[in-house]
């Protein structure tokens, strides 16, 4: 075995997410601003002696319970296999991998989590095999994975349209610090989109940057999260996440992040949201404090 080569997986919020149409095979547009928390999965892979590609995952961490590493859907496996099948004929020269994923961030629940798994996956077996991808063949691999895939790639402040595969600088953030908090419900998107009632809402003009959290929490606050509502008929306790978020002493936003349900708060500092995780804290609820993750592009 090689040492082990270890890739963080930070949890994706959606700042605002305006649903802007919908194709004509189903898929919704959106336009959303995407930034990274703290909070992430852990995947750790080692290159084994054997041939032929073959990647072997085992699961455990917080939220590992209950999931399968031997489950050919798992969105790790399919980014290792996606890379297998672009390498061809030659993949039976391919080292086998070992894998471990380090579970932390819930599941289905409007983080990104297993979305960001498959991008730690892509960078990672990337690595250890020494492929080099063209940009925009990783993206097209990454899309294929799953929409939120491509803006997990890089992990940096993104504007997100199209189904998620068209990306954009955001305006430049301003330091402040973030809560997550997770009800310990999972919420399916397709039910959420289900119960989604009204149009369609434009995309915004956004500034370049936001040199103040005034700035951003007011700009954020002309914008919405268009399935909160919908996600909180799905699971009213999302409501009650709001609530204690927007009561936290330093809250200065809050809102669910993508399709629920866990929801984000905006604070001064880190210090100011760790401070306030106590408040917040109830049983059975998942609750993060700390900074936003600024990231760095992948290959």
Request: glycine share 10%; proline share 5%; net charge negative.
């Amino acid at each position: 075995m090689t040492a082990t080569q270890s890739e963080s997986a930070h949890a994706k919020i959606n700042l605002y997410l305006h649903v802007t149409g919908r194709r004509a095979d189903g898929y919704h547009l959106l336009d959303s601003v995407a930034v990274f928390a703290g909070a992430a999965d852990v995947l750790d892979v080692e290159v084994a002696q054997a041939r032929g590609g073959a990647l072997g995952l085992r699961i455990d961490g917080m939220f590992g319970a209950g999931l399968c590493g031997d489950d050919a859907t798992n969105l790790v496996i399919r980014a290792a296999d996606a890379l297998r099948t672009r390498a061809g004929a030659a993949a039976d020269g391919l080292p086998s991998l070992d894998a471990v994923l380090h579970k932390d961030l819930p599941v289905a629940s409007g983080i990104g989590g297993g979305s960001a798994d498959a991008a730690a996956a892509l960078r990672t077996v990337m690595r250890a095999w020494g492929m080099t991808v063209p940009r925009d063949e990783l993206v097209r691999i990454a899309t294929a994975l799953g929409a939120d895939v491509p803006v997990c790639l890089d992990q940096v402040p993104t504007r997100m349209s199209g189904i998620g595969e068209i990306l954009r600088p955001a305006p430049a953030l301003p330091q402040c610090g973030m809560m997550l908090v997770n009800c310990g419900m999972s919420v399916s998107t397709p039910a959420v989109f289900r119960a989604r009632q009204g149009g369609f809402r434009p995309a915004p003009d956004l500034p370049a940057r936001w040199e103040t959290l005034s700035q951003m929490v007011g700009t954020l606050s002309e914008l919405s999260n268009d399935l909160e509502d919908a996600a909180c008929e799905v699971c009213p306790t999302i409501r009650e996440v709001l609530s204690a978020m927007r009561a936290a002493p330093g809250c200065r936003f809050a809102r669910m992040s993508g399709s629920g349900a866990t929801c984000f708060a905006l604070f001064d500092t880190p210090q100011a949201a760790e401070h306030a995780r106590d408040v917040v804290e109830r049983p059975g609820w998942w609750v993060w404090a700390g900074d936003l993750y600024r990231g760095g592009r992948a290959a």
